[in-house]
Each structure stands twice: as structure tokens, then as C-alpha cells.
């Protein structure tokens, strides 16, 4: 680990009941390019099997799979942590569970998979490898929890996050910042309908959001909110792939509107 990774999100992965299609569907909209490597010891069930690793303009930010047995599809993502063990152990007494023990990805690094006191699945991951943050294919997190307040006061045990209040009324941000003080995540209240389940979704860079909006939908895609804004902030639209996984469209850095 470097110390300017640590309490960032550093990587993703996609579980997907059907890979194939979920690959097409983001070469389409995010313009990814795929490298599949073999692994013969696979992390999520064992043995040998293909992990497809998602590129954009060279930066490796995220892995898809076929969903393994006892985790559901959709979006893993990863946070940088010094001690892997010990933050999953702060999880337990903080209010979250373990939903898969630490283990090592060999060339890769150290992950554990947790849950925190609302439901929302993501992971930690001591990486051994020089990928930096992922910054071109993602924008910072977006934690969407319904009517339910960010835990805070567990992501600052786990992670060492702060977080600000976010209201629930109206679509209002909640900056999170990591142990550096760099913003490395939003709470985002108001999306989602008041009984949705927590969970973290990946703000997926392009060139045109609007666009790509609109070459999703016509690729099965869902579009469930946005465009969202909130204050100078823009976050996009609010999306559900074709398999079923929620992730957001929003601008790539340095685009014009």
C-alpha cells in the first residue's frame, strides 16, 4: 500500500450473472476495453477460471466475474486499508458483519468483504500491486441509502472516513473525506425511494452523460433518477444496468458540458 491510496476506493468488481453481456454493455457506454487473464486459483470459488480485468485509456480500474455462490451481482468496491485484518475486526464491533473473512489474492494483495450496519456490501483490500486510483474511469463513490442516515460512526472506525449530514428530504450531498482529508466518497440522500436497501454505487466516467443515457436505455439499461445536481456539484444519472446492477453515468474530468 502507498500511503497516498490509503482510505480511497481503489478498485471494483462486477458481479454479473452474465458477463458477456454486461462487457458489451460497457464497452458501448464507457468505451472499456477488457483483458482477460487466467487465474489458477481463482479468489471467488476456486480453481481455475478466466477474471476479466476493465480498462479505460490504459488505467485498470475494475474486474468483472460471473457471480459467485453466496454473493449477490452488482458492484464490489474496494477501499485501500493499512491493516485488512484488523479493519474487518473494527467492523464487527462497530456494527457491520463479515461476509467473507480476509484473504489473499496472490500478486494482487490482501481483501475482506464486509457489510455495514445498513446492509450495504463493500470491500477492503490491502493492494501489493502499482495501479493507482482509479480517477479516469470513476468519479468518487455515491452512498445511496434511502431515508437512512450514512453510519458514520462506523466508516470512521473502519475507515477513518468523516462524514457531513446529509438531509433526507431533497437530493443533498454529503461530502466524505478519507484520512487525508481528500474528498473519496458522497452520501447521496433522496434518490432512492425511502425503503430502498443502502448500498454503494460507482459513478461510471464518459464523455456525454446524457448521450450515453440514452445509448444505455436503448441497451436495456434503466435510467432511475437525474440528471442529479446539488450545488455545484453534478452527479449524473442514477442507473440499473441490464443484469440489474445500479451504477451512475457522470462526466469524465476535464469534459465540457
Known amino acids: 500500500m502507498t500511503t497516498e491510496k490509503a482510505g480511497h476506493i481503489v478498485w471494483h468488481d462486477l458481479f454479473t450473472p452474465d458477463k458477456e453481456r454486461s462487457m458489451a ?6 468505451e ?3 483483458v482477460t487473464e487466467r487465474a ?4 471467488w470459488g476456486g480453481g481455475e477460471r478466466d477474471f476479466v480485468l476493465a480498462l479505460r485509456d490504459n488505467e485498470a480500474g475494475a474486474g468483472f466475474a460471473e457471480t459467485p455462490e453466496g454473493v449477490p451481482s452488482g458492484w464490489i468496491a474496494y477501499v485501500e486499508v493499512p ?4 479493519a474487518a475486526a473494527r467492523a464487527e464491533t462497530s456494527g457491520g458483519t463479515i461476509v467473507r473473512q480476509p484473504f489473499e489474492v496472490p500478486g494482487v494483495g490482501r481483501n475482506a468483504l464486509l457489510r455495514d450496519p445498513l446492509g450495504a456490501l463493500f470491500g477492503i483490500s490491502l493492494s ?8 479516469r474511469q470513476f468519479g468518487i463513490e455515491i452512498y445511496v441509502s434511502g ?9 470512521a472506525q473502519v475507515l477513518g472516513w ?4 446529509a438531509a433526507a428530504a431533497t437530493p443533498t450531498a454529503g461530502m466524505i473525506t478519507g484520512p487525508s482529508g481528500e474528498a473519496v466518497a458522497v452520501h447521496l440522500s433522496g434518490v432512492a425511494a425511502p425503503d430502498a436497501p443502502a448500498r454503494w454505487t460507482p459513478r461510471v466516467r464518459v464523455s456525454k452523460p446524457d448521450k450515453a443515457r440514452r445509448l444505455a436505455e436503448d441497451l436495456g439499461a434503466v435510467c432511475l433518477k437525474g440528471p442529479v445536481a446539488e450545488a455545484a456539484a453534478e452527479f449524473g444519472f442514477f442507473m440499473q444496468d441490464p443484469v440489474g446492477a445500479y451504477f451512475w453515468l457522470t462526466r469524465s ?3 465540457a458540458p
Open 32 to 34: 472499456w476495453a477488457f
Open 147 to 155: 431515508a437512512a442516515a450514512f453510519p458514520a460512526a462506523f466508516y
Open 83 to 86: 491493516d485488512v485484518d484488523a
Open 40 to 43: 489458477t486459483d481463482f479468489a
Open 128 to 135: 501489493r500491486h502499482s495501479y493507482p486510483v482509479p480517477r
Open 253 to 255: 474530468e476535464g469534459e
Open 25 to 30: 454493455f460497457f464497452e458501448r457506454i464507457a
Open 162 to 165: 468523516n462524514a457531513e449530514s
